[in-house]
Nanobody, 121 residues
Framework: QVQLVESGGGLVQAGGSLSLTCVASRRIFSTYAMGWFRQAPGKEREFVAAITMSGGVTTYTDSLKGRFTVSRDNAKNTVYLQMNSLKPEDTAVYYC??????????????WGQGTQVTVSP
């Protein structure tokens, strides 16, 4: 079992930045690919970004490329999501997830509880 705890969400004005953090409970964190997803009110959960076990490969949903950056520190069992130039439409609950494979679907094995990001106009 892997427990994931996100933090770093909050309220920010449009154009601002936030950095989300997800800490995993187990040292085998380095054997999992990590993904970030988000869910806005009334919408389905959508893929944001993902990173391989080593951190050598990343992938993003096209609309967020260039504004969001995913990274990880395996020594700290932590994955990050740096979000820049935020827009009101980025408002959502952001989730991190852990799985065996780098995928853009919701088929990850473990999920965090989510952290709220709200971007005001």
């Amino acid at each position: 079992q892997v427990q994931l705890v996100e933090s770093g969400g909050g309220l920010v004005q449009a154009g601002g930045s936030l950095s989300l953090t997800c800490v995993a409970s187990r040292r085998i964190f380095s054997t999992y690919a990590m993904g970030w997803f988000r869910q806005a009110p009334g919408k389905e959960r959508e893929f944001v970004a993902a990173i391989t076990m080593s951190g050598g490969v990343t992938t993003y949903t096209d609309s967020l490329k260039g504004r969001f950056t995913v990274s990880r520190d395996n020594a700290k069992n932590t994955v990050y999501l740096q979000m820049n130039s935020l827009k009101p439409e980025d408002t959502a609950v952001y989730y991190c997830a852990a799985g065996r494979f780098l995928v853009r679907t919701s088929t990850y094995d473990y999920w965090g509880q989510g952290t709220q990001v709200t971007v005001s106009p």
